[in-house]
């Protein structure tokens, strides 16, 4: 156990270690973010100018079997395209990350070259993903009461807990899909002590940074509305500003802390290499 504590520690430090030293590890969670935030957008405006005048002619009824199948097909091609966006951003952080971890001065470009080296496999991920996600709803809605709710909690903690490691085994493991989920599953198990200790820890430090986003936020709000307009602005500002860099530093620090844990699972090693051996890029 006093092991298992310490080498979580050791994982969780690297993770936001190798933050600071490189910030181009960021620019994967930002451009994932900026990348699902146009696909909102895109779906907005297909409800616009698609569904919405579907049902809103002359003899129009927003309940119509078009507007139906309209809308469904719109919230469904949105929800894929987000998936593949976070698992594919997901990709070329870890593998940027690994790189970083094995001794080596990645660019932003070796992480991206690494997730495309794997995009057959990425897009067949996200399909099988965001098929279970919406079984997963799907079932849960039928149970009505606290028992859908914790049959759609229970599915998708386990269906997380198997898929924790399916990214880097489809990056750097020549495994079919099904495979690699098998396999997955399997490192979780193997590595199920330092893995959870150590995204707790990083949850504990990312959630000590959101609960002071929000204090700022209500205290800019309190002066908003009571005192001073301007110092309310800048707490409010502050708020959200420290809000962002909380949420883009947790998803980093999450992909890194992923391949970091990764790397234990099949190295054994915890601390980052100094001399680039242990990792090269995917082969096509």
Partial sequence: MPGTFSDSWKLTKTSFRLIAEDRALLVFPVVGGLAILAVVALLILGWVFVAWPL???????????????????????????????????SAALIGAAMLKLSG???????GWRIARARLGRLLVWSLIAATVGVLIQVVASRVRGVAG?????????????????????LVYENLGTWSALGRSARLFTSTFGRTVVSNLVVGLILGAGIVGAVVLGVFGLILLV???VVLGVLLIGAG????????LIGAAAEGI???????????????????????????T
């Fill in 240 to 247: 959200i500003a420290v809000g962002v860099v909380v949420g």
């Fill in 104 to 110: 080596q001065q990645p660019t932003a470009a070796d």
């Fill in 226 to 228: 009571s005192s001073s």
């Fill in 257 to 283: 802390l992923r391949a970091a844990l990764y790397r234990y699972a099949t190295t054994g090693k915890v601390d980052p290499d100094l001399i680039p051996t242990a990792y090269t890029l995917p082969r």
């Fill in 149 to 169: 709710v914790l049959i759609g909690a229970v599915g998708g903690v386990t269906w997380g807990v198997v898929t924790f490691f399916i990214i880097p085994v």
């Fill in 55 to 89: 049902g809103s002619g002359p003899n129009g009824n927003s309940t119509t079997p078009s507007v139906v199948v309209v809308a469904v097909l719109l919230l469904l091609g949105a929800y894929f395209a987000m998936v593949f966006i976070s698992v594919y951003c």
